[in-house]
């Protein structure tokens, strides 16, 4: 899978290998996209990592609660962090998440779906004990073509501050 996404409004003043905790304001908000979703793909995401009925037995799925095919949430997951990665974290003060405080599938996803990622920052503050780093607390939600959230999750990523 090839993935070619980009900024869909207003992006970071700084790119993506020279952001820092400082350039991450609360607040603020952002879009990147599209990632379009095709059966061939969920079936093989979900072989691998999430072999239910719902996800890799197109006939069995018909006659599921969804009326079809729908991809693993893992899957649905894995796109959210594609996009954050590519556009969002930063490649240069990216340090780790200390974890996620929220992970939410309110619809699914099928076949066809075109996807993009929001993203709001809702703390950027730096740390207590240890002064070169902070802490960027964000929501993020995965939208279809339809702007129906598909994923909704709270991560919360450690950055180096910017350097002197």
């Known amino acids: ?29 952002y879009e990147y996209g599209h ?5 061939a793909e969920i ?12 996800h890799v037995d197109p006939d ?7 009326k079809g095919i729908i991809a693993s949430g893992w899957h649905t997951g894995s796109i959210m962090m594609r996009l954050f990665a590519d556009h969002f974290l930063s490649r240069v003060a990216s340090l780790a998440s200390p974890g996620v405080d929220e992970l939410r599938w309110p619809a699914p996803v099928r076949p066809g779906d075109t996807l993009r990622l929001r993203v709001a920052v809702l703390e950027a503050r730096p740390s207590r004990s240890k002064p070169d780093r902070g802490i960027v ?28």
Not at 8 to 29: H, K, M, Q
Not at 149 to 160: D, E, I, K, M, Y
Request: no cysteine; hydrophobic share 40%; proline share 7%.
């Open 60 to 66: 069995f799925a018909v006659s599921g609660p969804f």
């Open 137 to 164: 607390s964000t929501r993020a939600e995965l939208l279809n073509q339809d702007d129906q959230v598909v994923l909704h999750t709270l991560p919360a990523n450690l950055l180096r501050r910017r350097p002197a």
């Open 1 to 29: 899978m090839t993935i070619r996404t980009r900024a869909l409004g207003d992006d970071f003043a700084a790119p993506i290998d020279d952001r820092y905790l400082e350039d991450y304001t609360a607040g603020t908000t």
């Open 43 to 54: 079936i093989e995401f979900a072989r691998r990592f999430d072999p239910q009925p719902i």
């Open 35 to 39: 990632v379009t979703v095709d059966e």
